[in-house]
């Protein structure tokens, strides 16, 4: 586990060297022991695949290298739990993205092996971000792994299915965005309307049931 300061009052927590879901575990339970322990000072933090921001409001005096060296003592004594194994959230999909085209290309796999392909793992949600509730999930097919678009496109709409390099997720609002658009789905994954906005959180399970 490493780590370095990043300007006067934040520091990021290296505690993996590659995406897996190891490192998934990692991020959960470093996040979790915050939570229930934050840290003098702590402001925000954010949890990332491989790494951990903190930033923090004041000091108290103590040098940020000191906290960031007891911080590091502290969680290299923690276990890593399972990750949780709750039934996959099934997310009904059309594919009928503007980019099916363009990834049967790349990847020489024809419109129904995409869908075929896209459907049959199930996904984790490594991480949020980028829009509120936008779910990166690990576990795409390498054969379906796409370079993003050249030039993003200036709005996509909320619902769109994408593939962004080896990554896949949903859009969660009408948004900029340069992922291949494969599909949509009419599941709002974020609407602020509800008592809980967020339909996914980090960690859980994901289904694309085609339509």
Same mark, same amino acid.
């Given at each position: 586990?490493?780590?370095?300061?990043?300007?006067?009052? *934040? =520091?990021?927590?290296?505690? @993996?060297?590659? /995406?897996?879901?190891?490192?998934?575990?990692?991020? #959960? &339970?470093?996040? %979790?022991?915050?939570?229930?322990?934050?840290?003098?000072?702590?402001?925000?933090?954010?949890?990332?695949?491989?790494?951990?921001?903190?930033?923090?409001?004041?000091?108290?005096?103590?040098?940020?290298?000191?906290?960031?060296?007891?911080?590091?003592?502290?969680?290299?004594?923690?276990?890593?739990? *399972? =990750?949780?194994?709750?039934? @996959?959230?099934? /997310?009904?999909?059309?594919?009928?993205?503007?980019? #099916? &085209?363009?990834? %049967?290309?790349?990847?020489?796999?024809?419109?129904?092996?995409?869908?075929?392909?896209?459907?049959?793992?199930?996904?984790?949600?490594?991480?949020?971000?980028?829009?509120?509730?936008?779910?990166?999930?690990?576990?795409?097919?390498?054969?379906?792994?796409?370079?993003?678009?050249?030039?993003?496109?200036?709005?996509?709409?909320?619902? @769109?299915?994408? /593939?962004?390099?080896?990554?896949?997720?949903?859009?969660?609002?009408?948004?900029?965005?340069?992922?291949?658009?494969?599909?949509?789905?009419?599941?709002?994954?974020?609407?602020?309307?509800?008592?809980?906005?967020?339909?996914?959180?980090?960690?859980?399970?994901?289904?694309?049931?085609?339509?």
């Amino acid at each position: 586990m490493k780590w370095k300061l990043v300007g006067r009052d *934040a =520091l990021i927590v290296y505690f @993996a060297d590659k /995406i897996s879901d190891e490192s998934l575990a990692w991020s #959960l &339970a470093l996040a %979790a022991d915050i939570e229930r322990n934050p840290p003098a000072g702590l402001k925000d933090f954010i949890p990332a695949y491989t790494s951990l921001f903190l930033q923090f409001g004041s000091h108290d005096g103590e040098p940020l290298e000191k906290r960031a060296k007891q911080l590091v003592a502290r969680w290299q004594k923690i276990a890593p739990p *399972a =990750l949780p194994d709750a039934p @996959a959230t099934e /997310i009904p999909a059309t594919y009928d993205g503007e980019d #099916l &085209a363009r990834v %049967a290309e790349h990847t020489g796999v024809s419109r129904d092996e995409i869908v075929s392909l896209h459907t049959a793992p199930i996904y984790r949600v490594a991480l949020i971000g980028f829009t509120p509730g936008f779910p990166y999930l690990s576990g795409l097919d390498k054969r379906l792994h796409t370079p993003r678009l050249a030039k993003p496109r200036v709005k996509v709409n909320a619902g @769109a299915i994408g /593939i962004g390099g080896a990554q896949t997720g949903m859009y969660t609002v009408d948004s900029p965005g340069g992922w291949n658009i494969i599909g949509r789905t009419e599941i709002r994954v974020y609407d602020p309307s509800r008592e809980n906005p967020f339909l996914l959180k980090q960690g859980d399970k994901v289904k694309f049931v085609p339509l």
